[in-house]
């Protein structure tokens, strides 16, 4: 029997790459990819500095870019994997996207959608912690950095 080798790290693992891409530009790091039937159709990161925009979060990106290959809104049956716990903005854009699934690596304790009191769509499912402490470290050795 083949093991199926496309689990929630597989795909976080994708969107820590996002990550370290961002952080190698000088963007705050936060990858994420959406995922449709084990194919990855939505690849990005923060981008915010680069496009002096501060709605462009990995999220919000990932959403349009998604929506685009799909040709329509809704990202029913998609899953997003995201490095950090999504803002209160992001998880409005997902909840209108009517996503199916969020993965999440770290919580944001201080600006995360939870600790906001936002809600998503309620059939999204959510699972958080998948690969917290690479997420986490990512974050921290950034911020680190910049002090």
């Known amino acids: 029997m083949i093991e199926d080798i496309f689990t929630d790290e597989y795909f976080m ?7 370290q891409e961002a952080f190698d530009k000088g963007e705050i790091p936060v990858g994420a990819v959406i995922v449709v039937d ?6 990005t990161h ?22 685009n290959f799909l ?17 209160q903005m992001c998880a409005g854009a997902l909840y209108w996207s009517q996503i199916s699934k969020i993965v999440f690596g ?8 939870r600790v906001m009191g936002t809600k998503l769509h309620p059939k999204t499912k959510v699972v958080s912690g998948v690969m917290e402490n690479e997420c986490s470290a990512l974050v921290k050795d950034f911020f ?3 002090r």
Do not use: F, W
């Open 13 to 19: 693992k994708k969107a820590l790459q996002e990550a």
């Open 38 to 43: 084990n194919k990855v159709i939505a690849r």
């Open 46 to 67: 923060n981008l915010t500095e680069l496009l002096h925009d501060v709605t462009a979060h990995a999220e919000m990106q990932a959403i349009t870019s998604a929506a």
């Open 71 to 87: 040709g329509g809104k809704y990202l029913i049956g998609c899953t997003l994997y995201v490095t950090l716990e999504p803002c």
């Open 106 to 113: 770290a919580a944001d304790t201080h600006r995360g959608y």
């Open 144 to 146: 680190k950095r910049r």
